[in-house]
């Protein structure tokens, strides 16, 4: 046990990152804060400190990310009925039922009903099934989980300390960069690494040290003749910036290099980051005229958005002293999306998706909320409730799914293995890796599903148990007298898809008797 108490986030820190500044915002958090702190009083985390400075920082991280007082105030008692047995009606009393649905979507359920795997696992479905009414839930569990991952050194049995680190890079990590929360996402992967994987972490932290203070000078090198060519041309207005890989992210590639680290060059990266998505061209031009690119490592993400929404232009450059360094070129409101992913349209409670930020690339948001339309008014009015297709599926997945497999698919289809594919109007749809036509018509409606008698996909047309791939626009044919068979529940993959499939069956096989 420690000897110095961590001192908690005071309350002003708090208000002081939070991006409103109104009275009303000012007074929940505030009130959140006090009564969060009371209800822990004489509480302890494993590390000797108070029970509060966790709840604290959590509070912290939501301000941080730009999310709402009603986000933060959550944040802050999260742990209130669940760890401070706080009553329930009490809670709502103080609260609200939002403040309420929030924290009660990240409680785990109670120990008396539910133990062990199985606590865990429905724990887990809950949480989905709140997210799916609330992004907000998901995020607050996130950052929960970031604070629980940065002390797992006081966590004192080792086999839950492993636990917790590997839950976190298999499963809350892929979340974050599912979100788009790429900063997220690399705190939470460099958090749990030490203890996940021990070893590789040791050798990992060697390679970086060998090779970090050469690439150092390498990059400041770049930086500066970069801004020289680039100033003679009369691109003057761009700012840049170092970006470090996180150890994770390159022991994952290491594994996938056969540790040969001279097959790596983005140990270090140089961002540059202009006003417009003209200027991010302009200046690759100029940049290759000036240093050689890499063959095959010129990345159009602006052009070409990754399934996460992430955009910019990677190159990779040869330095002129047997290195290369890789250069990422993006405009600002790319950037704060790059970082902020999904918080960064949590802002405003009345916030128009988009349209405080022009540059902000449409088809990002276009990608992330492809029914955007048709889920708002499923869900509570408070504007911030668009919810990506993929956790409506864990939320509603097939009710005979065992714990065991529950957690299966959670790694393995949904996080590792996502394609999206566009309508003929170009919506896109995400969907799982072997997704089929069937899969993508019950996506768009279950009456096209329903009614599906053929299948375009980029123009030709296909049989409808085809896997679809990244990309391609599908277009689904339909006759008002064609209905589902049993073949299709062999060829959908989705549980929606057969879920709704195994509904006109039965209706079917009703109206034949
Ligand atoms: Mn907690």
Not at 244 to 270: C, H, M, N, P, V
Not at 404 to 422: C, Q
Not at 493 to 500: D, I, L, Q, V, W
Request: with cysteine.
């Amino acid at each position: 046990m420690s000897m110095t108490q961590v001192k908690p986030r005071t309350i002003k820190e708090i208000l002081d990152v939070m991006t409103s500044k109104s009275s009303v915002d000012i007074d929940l958090v505030t009130r959140a804060y006090e009564f969060a702190e009371k209800a822990h009083t004489g509480q302890l985390r494993f590390s000797g400190d108070p029970y509060f400075s966790h709840v604290a920082e959590v509070g912290f991280y939501l301000a941080q990310a730009g999310l709402d007082a009603e986000a933060i105030a959550a944040g802050l008692l999260h742990d209130t009925i669940e760890d401070a047995h706080i009553d329930e009606d009490v809670f709502k009393k103080e609260f609200g039922d939002q403040v309420f649905m929030l924290v009660d979507g990240v409680t785990k359920l109670g120990k008396l009903r539910y133990q062990g795997t199985q606590r865990h696992t429905e724990s887990l479905r809950k949480l989905f099934a709140a997210t799916a009414k609330d992004i907000r839930v998901l995020i607050i569990k996130l950052m929960d989980r970031l604070h629980n991952a940065r002390t797992l050194s006081h966590v004192p049995r080792e086999d839950k300390r492993d636990r917790i680190a590997k839950e976190t890079l298999e499963i809350y990590a892929p979340i974050a960069d599912r979100l788009g929360m790429s900063v997220l996402k690399q705190e939470l992967e460099d958090a749990a690494f030490p203890y996940a994987y021990p070893k590789e972490y040791e050798k990992t932290r060697e390679i970086l040290r060998a090779r970090k203070h050469e690439d150092e000078k390498q990059l400041e090198k770049l930086e500066h003749s970069l801004k020289r060519e680039l100033g003679e041309a009369g691109i003057r207005n761009f700012r840049t910036e170092a970006r470090i890989k996180g150890a994770y992210s390159l022991f994952k590639k290491l594994e996938r290099k056969k540790w040969d680290i001279t097959q790596i060059y983005d140990i270090l990266a140089l961002r540059l980051i202009f006003p417009s998505i003209a200027d991010c061209y302009s200046a690759l031009g100029i940049i290759h005229a000036h240093w050689r690119p890499v063959p095959g490592k010129i990345k159009d993400y602006i052009a070409n958005p990754k399934p996460n929404g992430y955009q910019s232009i990677h190159s990779t450059l040869y330095t002129g002293s047997g290195g290369a360094l890789e250069v990422q070129l993006r405009t600002e409101a790319i950037h704060q999306e790059a970082l902020y992913g999904i918080a960064s349209h949590l802002i405003y409670k009345d916030r128009q998706f988009g349209i405080k930020n022009p540059q902000a690339g449409i088809t990002w948001i276009r990608q992330f909320f492809p029914l955007l339309k048709k889920q708002t008014t499923d869900n509570h009015d408070s504007g911030i409730s668009a919810v990506p297709n993929w956790i409506n599926e864990l939320a509603h997945g097939e009710e005979d799914r065992t714990e065991d497999n529950y957690i299966e698919t959670l790694k393995e289809d949904f996080f590792s293995h996502r394609i999206f594919v566009f309508t003929p109007k170009g919506d896109a749809i995400d969907m799982p890796i072997d997704a089929t036509p069937v899969d993508f018509a019950y996506a768009v409606h279950s009456q096209i599903g329903n009614h599906m008698s053929g299948v375009r996909v980029n123009n030709k047309m296909v049989s409808l148990s085809t896997t679809l791939k990244n990309g391609n626009v599908v277009e689904i044919i339909t006759k008002p007298s064609a209905k589902p068979s049993l073949k299709w529940l062999e060829i959908a993959k989705t549980s929606m898809a057969r879920k709704f499939i195994r509904t006109a069956l039965a209706e079917q096989e009703a109206a034949r008797r």
